[in-house]
């Protein structure tokens, strides 16, 4: 018998608020987090974005670190994994022998790519607190310094399904014995960079995104950290934890199309999902509800959607995009969408999926409305460049 | 179970690239940080596919290619790649496009080509292979992240899996180091190293015995680290046959000294950063050259810091840190 | 027109870092896309970043570009129908 996989905590910090006490609030009063950037310093001021309006000052003070040049990513990191460890109770003793697994994309990027305009333009730099932290393995090092972690520390960096598969990693060692309690999950912070990059693809949408719309034009970025404690449940039972949910099932499968855009079909997609589900031992028709990745561009929605058609048949469950909420925050959509699975678990409804109005008609139409109905089984998907797919599925335990 | 080595290639400063070759005729170079020595590439990569290929991607597929062949593996099981700081020519690109337009029109290219992960997915998309596909960014344990998975993978169930560290110096890379102090007195460098990591023990296969990592640890613990690890694995300290030690050129290294006087004197060591220079990922190619020694029975001269005890080669100690932060300690045997 | 045809071509080997292939490989009506060069998406991106910042002409659509990066023909007539 294969040892199960509790999630006993996690934290949550989005354009929607810190805390997941915020998030819930406005989930369930469909109260959007895109606004126009305010914060990022950006040219692009009418361009929609998922913005927590709090100003690295702020954050930093928060965390106390005021006074330091840190990376927005890591502050975001730190403030949501240090929810997490509040809400399970972990103590210094069980912190000195946790792991933690850490998605990202950019890391440092928000710092350094003001920095490097210095350097072009041949201006006075400070090149360490610059540039220290650039590389996506130094979020993951001083939220373990922060939180004082001593257990393994992984990063994983496969764009935006990287905090997805930080959950499943934590479901791998913790099944493997290698470690008994894990916190997981990722964090992104907007960044000049990847609002550029996205834009010149050409799929960002000039106004509110509008996922598994027949007429959606793109995505909005956002941004964002969530974590997820996650244990054995012997290392449950002895710090006598409290389980909030069970990480029954994972899967990652590579889409094999091309860079970035995903295949008509979504074979990765697909892929992933019945991993997933097969790992769980959970049927299609006992999942209640899928957050879906539902990114809002023409591409990803209907290839998530045919490859959804195609794993659950005429019976699709209950589904929802919450990008409309947060806008696609990438290494952190993963983390985020997690915890937005647990809270639809814990307080059994569906958060619906804003600003839709018409049906692509390959499946039935996303969940419009707050919804509250049963929800024992939650398949959450994040899908990235590279091909990366990557499928959770949690289950309510109570 | 035991996890096997069954297949190593390796693009590095020096020739590693060309088994035939390998470490016979030093190089050296002018370069204030030392550079791959790349294969011409139009026999290895497919032109069409290439011209979009930054330097850390052609001697990765390069080195991933030649692999996959000499294992003679169609279709690994997964593909793991672990690199420090990842397509950082391509991020620089497009930094530099942004900043240069002013936000304005900005080619794409650069920016699809920058993501961590464009290296196992630009493998996954050669090989067609759509299973697992993970990229590690951990620092100096980015290469560490993706071998623990790797053997992971394998007591999981995996039969094969391709494993990779990698990443490219760039001038501009170099510039904002030196500015920062890193590398102390070692030069940086780059290079790609990939393994075919497997279940089964075959000709000339190399197992990894174990690997432990740590952070932060002090001089004074790193003996002990190092002693419980060889413990855990049934292996007496004059057991070991070789060190690999990725010293640099900080003969001083205190972390360093301590391991070599665990040992006998006349135990051969081996300075593997002598041909990598110092990076994020520099320790995967400590495997490469430690199972070249395994296979060949051979203690490459050139890298040969100290001792001269040459009576066969079973078992190997690779131990690196990472600017004093980032601790490997593994061990190889025949 | 020629002298247009042999520049765009240029320009285009230029921006999308086709190694092997020289202008007179390129036929003025060999399709672009799916066709020998073996150009995609991403390069249509490119495409349209290369026709704004040498000919000053915006595409605002992907998939009206489709049309227009047909072949080397239709870019140089698209260029010449939008000359200001």
Not at chain 2, 313 to 334: A, E, F, M, R
Request: hydrophobic share 40%; charged share 20%.
């Amino acid at each position: 018998m294969q040892p199960k996989v509790y999630v006993s905590g996690y934290g949550i910090v989005s354009s929607l608020g810190i805390g997941a006490d915020s998030n819930f609030t406005a989930l369930r009063s469909s109260e959007s987090g895109i606004s126009n950037p305010s914060l990022l310093g950006t040219i692009h001021q009418d361009m929609p974005v998922g913005e927590l309006k709090v100003s690295n000052a702020e954050l930093a003070e928060l965390v106390g670190l005021q006074g330091l040049i840190t990376s927005r990513t890591t502050l975001l990191a730190i403030l949501a994994a240090q929810e997490a460890v509040e809400t399970a109770g972990l103590t210094p003793k069980i912190l000195d022998n946790t792991a933690l697994i850490n998605g990202t994309s950019v890391g440092g990027m928000d710092i350094s790519e003001w920095a490097y305009q210095d350097v072009l333009r041949e201006k006075e730099v400070d090149y360490i607190p610059s540039f220290q932290g650039h590389d996506c393995g130094y979020s993951t090092m001083k939220v373990a310094n922060k939180l004082g972690l001593k257990g393994i520390l992984q990063t994983i960096s496969t764009a935006c399904s990287s905090s997805a598969n930080a959950i499943m990693n934590a479901g791998r060692v913790i099944k493997s014995g290698m470690a008994d309690c894990v916190i997981a999950g990722g964090t992104d912070a907007l960044s000049l960079f990847t609002l550029n990059g996205f834009n010149s693809l050409k799929i960002l949408d000039q106004a509110y995104c509008k996922p598994f719309d027949e007429e959606r034009q793109g995505l909005n970025l956002g941004e964002g950290a969530a974590f997820l404690v996650l244990e054995s449940e012997q290392s449950l039972n002895k710090r006598k934890g409290t389980a909030l949910a069970e990480l029954v099932g994972y899967g990652n499968a590579n889409d094999t199309y091309h860079q970035t855009a995903s295949s008509p079909e979504g074979k990765g997609a697909l892929m992933a999902m019945k991993k997933a589900l097969s790992i769980s031992g959970v049927p299609p028709e006992k999942i209640d509800y899928i957050n879906a990745h539902g990114t809002g561009t023409a591409n990803n929605d209907l290839s998530e959607s045919r490859a959804i058609k195609e794993v659950f048949g005429a019976e699709v469950p209950s589904y929802s995009s919450t990008k409309a909420y947060t806008g696609h925050t990438l290494g952190a959509a993963g983390a985020i969408e997690a915890v937005f699975s647990i809270l639809a678990i814990q307080h059994q409804m569906i958060f619906p999926n804003l600003n839709f109005s018409r049906s692509m008609e390959v499946i039935k139409s996303p969940v419009t409305s707050l919804t509250p109905m049963k929800v024992q089984h939650v398949l959450s998907n994040s899908f990235g460049f590279g091909g990366n797919c990557s499928s959770l599925i949690f289950a309510d335990i109570s | 179970m035991k996890v096997y080595i069954t297949a190593s290639s390796a693009i590095t400063p020096q020739n590693t690239f060309d088994s035939e070759k390998y470490l016979d005729v030093w190089q050296s170079s002018d370069l204030p940080y030392q550079l791959a020595i790349e294969p011409d590439y139009k026999s290895v990569i497919d032109p069409k596919l290439a011209r979009r290929m930054s330097r850390i991607i052609k001697m990765s597929v390069a080195t991933g290619n030649k692999v996959l062949a000499e294992a003679d593996i169609g279709q690994p099981d997964a593909i793991v790649v672990g690199t420090g700081l990842g397509c950082i020519k391509d991020t620089e690109k497009f930094l530099r496009e942004i900043i240069n337009e002013e936000e304005g029109l900005l080619s794409p290219t650069a920016f699809i080509q920058s993501t961590h992960n464009t290296i196992a997915g630009q493998l996954a998309l050669m090989l067609q292979c759509s299973e697992d596909n993970f990229t590690y960014v951990n620092r100096g344990h980015s290469f560490e992240n993706a071998l623990a998975d790797a053997m992971m993978r394998i007591y999981e169930g995996a039969d094969h899996v391709l494993l990779g560290g990698t990443d490219e110096m760039t001038s501009e890379v170099h510039n904002i180091l030196t500015h920062m102090n890193c590398g102390g007195n070692t030069l940086l460098g780059e290079g790609a190293c990939f393994f075919m990591i497997s279940n089964t023990k075959i000709d000339g296969a190399v197992c990894i015995e174990g690997l432990d990592t740590v952070n932060y640890i002090t001089t004074q613990q790193i003996t002990e680290r190092v002693k419980s690890f060889l413990r855990r694995n049934n292996v007496d300290t004059n057991e070991v046959d070789a060190l690999i030690l990725g010293i640099g050129e900080g003969l001083g290294d205190p972390y360093y000294k301590e391991i070599i006087q665990m040992f006998t004197p006349d135990i051969p060591v081996i300075n593997f950063k002598e041909v990598t220079g110092e990076y994020f990922t520099a320790s995967a190619y400590a495997f490469n050259v430690g199972s070249e020694m395994l296979r060949k029975q051979c203690i490459f001269p050139k890298i040969l810091i100290s001792g001269n005890n040459t009576s066969g080669l079973t078992k190997v100690l690779i131990y690196n840190h990472y600017q004093g932060v980032n601790h490997t300690i593994s061990l190889l045997s025949l | 027109m020629e002298e247009l045809k042999d520049n765009l071509k240029a320009a285009i080997i230029e921006a999308l870092n086709l190694e092997d292939v020289n202008a007179a490989d390129i036929d003025n009506d060999e399709p672009l896309f799916g066709g020998g060069l073996g150009l995609d998406s991403i390069d249509a991106l490119e495409l349209i970043v290369l026709l704004e910042k040498n000919y000053g002409l915006k595409i605002e659509n992907p998939e009206e570009g489709r049309e227009i990066f047909q072949s080397i023909n239709t870019i140089a007539a698209f260029i010449e129908r939008n000359k200001k």
